[in-house]
């Protein structure tokens, strides 16, 4: 019997599985082993793993209630605003990384996590995004009139932060050896992208293209994470050699992409909790029926994986509820759809 990696890899490779992945949000149950796992690489994210603070530049970042207690940056103190962007270099400091000994680094992170990687593939990630990161500096006001008013500051900011984190990706991938590269970048919001796509493509395209060359030159599948209605990048992301794309909102036309691309653009996701999905009536009938319409839509001939789920406050057990029948049905339906 296939493992979950195995079944996985082969909806990477454009082969019908034999199940539909799911993507379980949050921990495995006991003795049950994920499909995937995500990781980072040490040092880089300390604000992650103390549920806030500071991260490697400054930016403080601060939990949100509302999203069980994800972080964001604090809008009350960026660090780079407009008028003293000239002065990035002063403000952006990269760690001195000589002298880290990455294999004992990376080889305690593994083994810390748990992962059987004869059980479930690693994805290998290295921060969540160029874009992202402008933004957490400057803030989206600051950040979006920086790259009209000083495109060329912009550049040689994103080519030092590029330099950084591609120097530590020259250090990890091979300790790591994941079977996937991981990239994000929420360059857009449900109805439209912050960023125009010639610009998507001037300022922050090159810096993943660099990342996703070193993936695919070790045999990575090359996954994009972008929220939002960002469809019209996803010809240039195939281009470039991305194979998955998560978490697909049912903002973009899903229907003419996975007409357009078949198995050869893996869609995790397609579905949201939005609409009836978030009235206090919704009945989990009506749930199951939405995971169920979106399988029908997006996994015949492969190319689909299950990513989705509901998020609210942490005191509130609803969302948890709701998710664990959304993956309850999503892993029952799933678990046959290619043997029907």
Request: a negative charge; one cysteine or more; aromatic letters at 10%.
């Amino acid at each position: 019997m296939l493992t979950e990696k195995e079944n996985l890899l082969r909806v990477y490779h454009g082969e019908i599985p034999e199940w539909i992945p799911v993507s379980r949000m949050g921990p495995s149950e006991p003795g049950k082993y994920p499909a995937t796992m995500m990781m980072g690489p040490p040092l880089l994210s300390p604000q992650m793993e103390k549920g806030g603070g500071r991260d490697i530049w400054g930016v403080n970042y601060v939990p949100t209630e509302s999203t069980g207690n994800a972080l964001i940056p604090d809008n009350s103190e960026f660090i780079l605003p407009l008028d003293n962007l000239k002065n990035w270099r002063d403000v952006l400091k990269a760690p001195d990384l000589n002298g880290v000994d990455w294999e004992k680094l990376v080889k305690e992170r593994i083994e810390s996590s748990g992962i059987d990687r004869k059980q479930t593939a690693l994805a290998l990630t290295m921060h969540f995004g160029y874009f992202q990161l402008l933004m957490s500096f400057m803030g989206f006001e600051d950040g979006l009139l920086a790259l009209y008013e000083e495109p060329e500051l912009v550049h040689e900011l994103l080519e030092f932060l590029s330099e950084f984190y591609m120097s530590v990706a020259d250090n990890v991938l091979d300790l790591y050896n994941p079977e996937i590269l991981s990239i994000a970048d929420d360059t857009a919001a449900w109805g439209a992208s912050f960023v125009s796509d010639e610009m998507y493509r001037e300022f922050f395209a090159p810096h993943h293209d660099k990342y996703v060359k070193r993936g695919l030159d070790r045999g990575c599948t090359i996954s994009m994470h972008n929220c939002g209605k960002c469809e019209s990048l996803v010809d240039l992301w195939v281009e470039m050699g991305f194979t998955e794309w998560n978490p697909a909102q049912t903002c973009n036309d899903l229907k003419a992409i996975k007409a357009k691309y078949g198995n050869k653009l893996v869609i995790s996701g397609g579905w949201d909790g939005r609409g009836r999905l978030m009235e206090p009536d919704v009945t989990d009938e009506e749930i199951r029926q939405s995971v169920r319409d979106t399988i029908d839509a997006y996994a015949p001939g492969g190319g689909f994986c299950w990513g989705g789920g509901f998020l609210g406050a942490l005191n509130d057990p609803e969302p948890m509820r709701k998710t664990k029948v959304v993956i309850d049905e999503a892993t029952r339906y799933g678990r046959d759809f290619y043997k029907r």
